[in-house]
């Protein structure tokens, strides 16, 4: 494989690129890159490398060197030999905008991309970005950028802010599988924003007191004002280190805080300001104590340096404003809230299951999922309206175990999808179910299956999420706590004893937790339930003690499946009567094997508000209860 050359990872399988898309034919003019650098001996070569084998013929790359003190321009000098690439330098740390503004001094291209170092493009990532700027009034183009590692998840395509100013990268840690990319966006990121000439030269240089973050946010701002575009290329592909600070780096806040401030002063309308300082005022005094010194600290930053924001308000007066399709309506601060966990997938780690209150199940978990959390003495983590996980196993299984809760407002279920990593036909499916929604606070399913060993990647799709009060913006599938696939199905033969410690292994879905009532032992079930049995010698008989609800649900119907061909073998209906227990033996004909009983309610009664002075309050939706099912 040639260097740079690379497979992409869609949703944790390999997808050749110049097998799937055809080599691009686009006008050679003129390109240049620019790869800013302090301190990035560690990643510049990689990143070198993979320009070095762009598939477009006339292009340059200036590595601009921003002050560093480590190998950095060792590293840059071993390339200068390919005949592309130039070195410049600064005499200091002066930050990336200033390092940009370096670059473009340098650069003769029409069109000028830039890269992070840590930034790995795909072979035909400079073609595709050239493409993009198919229309005279697209003014920059923003890069599709993933995480390097993870790259089946978005970094980000382009960004949007919110009217307070906080810039969000869209798609940020969307599955690439499921983003929905846009074709605009107010500003290109960074790593991968490329700039047309005359563009750069009517709108001017970079903002060199944004030393770091934000200066690609006030720059697509200028691009718009000035008459602009800035468009999406979703094939123009890189994958994105995401710098060695981190995100919650004091240094970041610091200068995030003060770079969004002086971005908001610069743009926003007159009409608006006030309201805008008005939200800031309260931002402030409801912050933590740490907080509240960051953002002070960035006032005082804005207010020694209010003549250039002043300078360039007037300079813009009577500049159109950005479009507010472009700018989020909401006030929050730290936009955008709710987002799912950034991840680093190890693939290796998988196991045949996945516990997610332990430390070690988070190299298993790809996409969607949100830090872990305690509920009713348990630990879950709640999944996005689309998530996903590696599962590993050594040896065929025969069953899935998954023991999870829902949201408490109808999605429509959760689709769940098993498929085979590194198949030939990596997007098929080798199992599927659908998880229907039913409000239980701990749901725990047994599935029958037949998988060989092998590695698997399982996705669960809400079919609508759930936007979680609290942090609004969160939308929620359903939470996990533990999912296993295992070698043997195991079922107790004889039938189903809810006072039996091995029930819990029959449960098929929809049964809330067992209960001591007169009857002895029992669960209620939801309008539609179901449990595995398994029959040695078969059966003549069933008996069956169960309780209907004490409002009417019309008629119960129960229903014996063969897990083997899935055909009803028996069924009977059970008229509603009262509220009392009863036991009944019921004729039945049944062969030797394993069988899955549906138990479907016509409808659920509930007493939410104690309505009903005859009977007890109650919130779930309840169907019938068993205590027992017996087979002779």
């Known amino acids: 494989m040639p260097p740079g050359e690379r497979t992409r990872p869609v949703a944790s399988r390999l997808v050749d690129v110049a097998a799937s898309r055809p080599a691009t034919q686009v006008a050679e003019?003129?390109?240049?890159?620019?790869?800013?650098?302090?301190?990035?001996?560690?990643?510049?070569?990689?990143?070198?490398?993979?320009?070095?084998?762009?598939?477009?013929?006339?292009?340059?790359?200036?590595?601009?060197?921003?002050?560093?003190?480590?190998?950095?321009?060792?590293?840059?000098?071993?390339?200068?030999?390919?005949?592309?690439?130039?070195?410049?330098?600064?005499?200091?740390?002066?930050?990336?905008?200033?390092?940009?503004?370096?670059?473009?001094?340098?650069?003769?291209?029409?069109?000028?991309?830039?890269?992070?170092?840590?930034?790995?493009?795909?072979?035909?990532?400079?073609?595709?970005?050239?493409?993009?700027?198919?229309?005279?009034?697209?003014?920059?183009?923003?890069?599709?950028?993933?995480?390097?590692?993870?790259?089946?998840?978005?970094?980000?395509?382009?960004?949007?802010?919110?009217?307070?100013?906080?810039?969000?990268?869209?798609?940020?840690?969307?599955?690439?599988?499921?983003?929905?990319?846009?074709?605009?966006?107010?500003?290109?990121?960074?790593?991968?924003?490329?700039?047309?000439?005359?563009?750069?030269?009517?709108?001017?240089?970079?903002?060199?007191?944004?030393?770091?973050?934000?200066?690609?946010?006030?720059?697509?701002?200028?691009?718009?004002?000035?008459?602009?575009?800035?468009?999406?290329?979703?094939?123009?592909?890189?994958d994105h280190g995401f710098g060695k600070g981190g995100a919650g780096s004091a240094r970041k806040q610091l200068l995030c805080e003060r770079h969004r401030m002086r971005v908001a002063l610069k743009h926003a309308p007159g009409r608006s300001l006030l309201e805008w300082i008005g939200h800031e005022a309260r931002s402030l005094s409801q912050a933590t104590p740490s907080r509240r010194r960051v953002k002070l600290r960035a006032m005082a930053w804005n207010a020694r340096h209010l003549a250039g924001v002043l300078s360039a308000r007037r300079r813009l007066r009577q500049a159109p404003r950005v479009p507010e399709r472009l700018v989020a309506p909401s006030w929050g601060d730290s936009f955008p809230l709710g987002l799912p966990s950034r991840l680093t997938p190890r693939p290796e780690v998988a196991q045949s299951s996945i516990d997610v209150g332990e430390s070690s199940s988070e190299g298993q978990l790809i996409h969607g999922w949100f830090p872990p959390e305690p509920a009713a003495g348990r630990t879950h983590r709640w999944a996005g309206a689309f998530a996903a996980l590696f599962l590993s196993v050594r040896e065929p299984v025969r069953c899935l175990r998954i023991d999870y809760a829902h949201v408490p407002v109808d999605t429509g279920g959760v689709e769940l999808s098993i498929r085979r990593v590194g198949s030939f036909d990596p997007l098929a499916s080798v199992w599927e179910a659908h998880l229907p929604w039913q409000y239980i606070a701990r749901s725990v399913e047994n599935h029958p299956l037949e998988l060989p060993a092998g590695d698997y990647e399982l996705t669960f799709a809400a079919v609508r999420g759930w936007p979680e009060p609290p942090l609004g913006a969160r939308s929620l599938g359903f939470a996990l706590v533990r999912l296993a696939l295992e070698e043997s199905l195991e079922i107790t033969p004889g039938g189903l004893d809810m006072a039996s410690q091995s029930a819990e292994g029959q449960l098929a879905g929809g049964w809330f937790e067992a209960e001591d009532g007169s009857a002895g032992r029992f669960r209620w079930g939801t309008g539609h339930a179901a449990a595995l049995i398994r029959l040695v010698d078969g059966a003549a008989a069933a008996s069956i003690t169960y309780r209907l609800p004490p409002g009417s649900i019309g008629t119960l119907a129960i229903a014996v499946r063969s897990l083997d061909t899935r055909q009803a073998e028996w069924s009977t209906l059970i008229p509603w009567r009262d509220g009392d227990w009863h036991e009944e033996s019921l004729p039945i004909g049944l062969s030797p094997g394993d069988y899955l009983v549906t138990f479907d309610s016509e409808r659920t009664w509930s007493n939410p508000d104690g309505g009903d002075t005859t009977a007890p309050a109650e919130n779930r939706g309840l169907g019938f209860a068993l205590s027992d099912l017996r087979f002779t």
Do not use: K
């Open 29 to 238: 003019i003129m390109a240049s890159v620019i790869v800013v650098c302090w301190n990035a001996g560690d990643v510049l070569g990689r990143c070198l490398d993979q320009l070095l084998v762009q598939r477009y013929a006339s292009f340059e790359i200036i590595v601009v060197d921003d002050g560093s003190d480590d190998d950095t321009l060792e590293v840059a000098e071993r390339f200068v030999g390919s005949g592309r690439l130039r070195i410049v330098r600064s005499s200091a740390n002066r930050g990336v905008a200033h390092a940009r503004n370096l670059g473009v001094r340098d650069a003769r291209g029409e069109i000028v991309a830039f890269i992070d170092a840590d930034g790995f493009a795909a072979p035909d990532w400079l073609a595709r970005i050239v493409e993009a700027f198919d229309e005279e009034t697209i003014g920059a183009v923003a890069s599709t950028v993933f995480f390097d590692a993870n790259p089946a998840v978005l970094n980000g395509a382009g960004g949007i802010v919110n009217r307070q100013g906080w810039a969000a990268d869209l798609c940020m840690n969307d599955s690439y599988e499921r983003a929905e990319i846009a074709r605009e966006a107010l500003y290109p990121m960074g790593c991968g924003m490329a700039l047309r000439r005359r563009a750069l030269e009517r709108v001017g240089p970079f903002d060199e007191r944004m030393l770091n973050y934000y200066d690609d946010v006030d720059y697509g701002t200028r691009l718009w004002r000035a008459g602009y575009r800035v468009a999406v290329a979703a094939d123009a592909w890189i």
